[in-house]
């Protein structure tokens, strides 16, 4: 496995959610005069997005931005409820950007980007109606994970050290940076109609507790309540009422109340459930949060098993309707011979007719984001074969097909056992020693990378000199004539990345590695 140095992607610890599946939920809410619950409507997934989207945060009532992904990296998105718009505004920097908040009286957002190479800071950065403004660092040679502003001088913040989160408190205009307590959280808020700002701290039962500090008074921390177990996250909902939500289930704290948390909503009709990031529009109308649809959506496994049994059963109605209505059938990387489903359904149409009986059962099969790769067996008029095909998964259907021509060769993988062992020792010279000297490097379908092993030594030579912690494990395979597709799991640094590369092996050398999207 060679990943590619240059889009290598480090996380730290406060990035590690990147890997999971959030929407962002935007809806309205009212409270009941001199009752516990508040009535909510007009619910909307304003992110609609497959991969990370959270912290959101309000700019006015109808605008909020987040962090989300796009063009395969975390950046700063905006939507605008009224007109249903959702925009990157942020110029695209090499690394990504999280928890992304206003600056108060200012035409900037401040977000914490995550380089490339490992450096977390803490930017601003100014807003342009193109997404193309500036950036400048904020507080030099701290790793800011979590923030808010007191006001457009003065930040709250949880910072990576000694392996954890501490608070410290920073003047921009002074540049006087001071520490406030150790062990802290990721919910950190300026108090409504307050001089104070809430943050959480972690006891020694891992419970957070909520205080409250007054950063330009008397500097004490002043406790709240305690956060139900499991629970990080909060917001204020007014001067006086605290806001979380579990499960499905929105839950309030009254600072003048009984004294425990009590349920104020239950948004599961709504299908939403793991509720965490959670926000209050300034005018105290509106909700943001964070969470997840309750019912599965349709996995790409699943919607590639839709069209296996009605082909066996030869029906071709129900085998042509898993496949979308522009789906592509290609040989591969990118040799089209089909599109749209009814130029796939008479091409098998004339199958179905001609051959007397026919099976099709998978042997081996991989998943890799919205593709799945599948080892078959395929029996047609009592001839056996296997092959390998290629599918895309997109809104529920099959959205490309591509068949992988079988070459004989023997025992390519032999070859593809040496580059990775080479690898994993960071031994460039035996890394390179199985490829061809035209060797091509792909993103599938046709995007040449690189070519040649000049280029591949240019590479990977520094990326290993540069990565001490380096090794990938071989998760499945499938040998399909003289192609070996590897599906990897790459550990780098503290990074860790999931692959599948596509080898082609002739004359006893790799000449070509294609890459499939991540």
């Known amino acids: 496995m060679y990943f590619r140095p240059f889009l290598v992607f480090i996380l730290c610890s406060f990035a590690v959610q990147a890997q999971q599946e959030t929407e962002i939920y935007f809806f309205e809410f009212y409270k009941v005069q001199d009752t516990t619950p508040i009535v909510t409507f007009n619910f909307k997934n304003i992110s609609q997005n497959k991969g990370y989207d959270s912290q959101p945060s309000f700019i006015s009532n109808f605008e909020i931005i987040y962090a989300g992904t796009h063009n395969s990296q975390t950046e700063i998105l905006y939507h605008d409820t009224s007109r249903e718009i959702t925009e990157q505004i942020n110029a695209p920097t090499l690394g990504g950007e999280y928890s992304p908040q206003w600056i108060p009286n200012s035409k900037e957002i401040a977000a914490v980007r995550l380089d490339p190479n490992g450096l977390q800071r803490l930017y601003s950065y100014n807003v342009t109606e193109d997404g193309s403004g500036s950036s400048k660092e904020l507080l030099a040679d701290y790793k800011v994970a979590y923030f808010t502003f007191y006001d457009n001088n003065n930040i709250v913040a949880s910072v990576i050290e000694d392996d954890q989160l501490n608070l410290i408190k920073a003047n921009l205009s002074t540049g006087v940076v001071a520490s406030i307590t150790t062990n802290t959280g990721r919910s950190i808020h300026k108090v409504p109609e307050s001089k104070n700002v809430s943050y959480t701290a972690v006891n020694e039962d891992g419970i957070h507790e909520v205080y409250i500090i ?67 529009s300034p005018d105290k109308s509106k909700i943001a949060l964070v969470g997840s649809p309750i019912k599965p959506l349709l996995t790409p496994g699943v919607i590639v098993d839709a069209h296996i049994a009605p082909f066996n059963e030869r029906n071709l109605r129900a085998f042509s309707e898993a496949f979308s209505e522009d789906v592509i059938v290609k040989r591969f990387p990118a040799d089209t011979t089909q599109v749209g489903r009814q130029a796939l359904y008479d091409s098998y149409q004339s199958f179905f007719k001609n051959k007397e009986n026919f099976n099709v059962s998978v042997t081996n099969r991989m998943i890799h984001n919205d593709w799945v790769i599948d080892e078959e067996k395929v029996i047609v008029d009592d001839k056996t074969h296997h092959q390998a095909t290629l599918y895309n998964t997109q809104g529920g259907y099959i959205s490309e097909m591509t068949f992988l021509e079988r070459k004989r060769n023997n025992n390519p993988e032999l070859l593809v056992d040496k580059q990775l062992e080479g690898y994993n020792a960071r031994d460039i010279d035996a890394f390179m020693e199985p490829f061809d000297e035209q060797v091509v490097f792909m993103d599938y379908p046709s995007t040449v990378l690189f070519k040649g092993k000049d280029a591949l030594r240019d590479s990977f030579k520094s990326f290993f000199d540069e990565t001490p912690n380096l090794n990938v494990t071989l998760k499945n395979r499938i040998v399909n004539g003289n192609k070996v597709i590897d599906q990897e799991v790459v550990v780098m640094n503290t990074s860790i990345i999931h692959a599948v590369a596509i080898y082609e092996v002739e004359n006893n050398k790799i000449i070509k590695v294609t890459f499939l999207p991540n």
Do not use: M
């Open 214 to 280: 007054d950063i330009l008074g008397d500097n004490q921390s002043y406790y709240v309540c305690d956060l139900p177990v499991g629970i990080q996250d909060h917001c204020w909902l007014n001067a006086t009422e605290l806001l979380l939500g579990s499960g499905s289930k929105l839950y309030k704290y009254d600072l003048f109340g009984n004294g425990k948390w009590e349920e104020v909503a239950d948004l599961s009709d709504a299908n939403i459930s793991e509720i965490n990031r959670i926000t209050v």
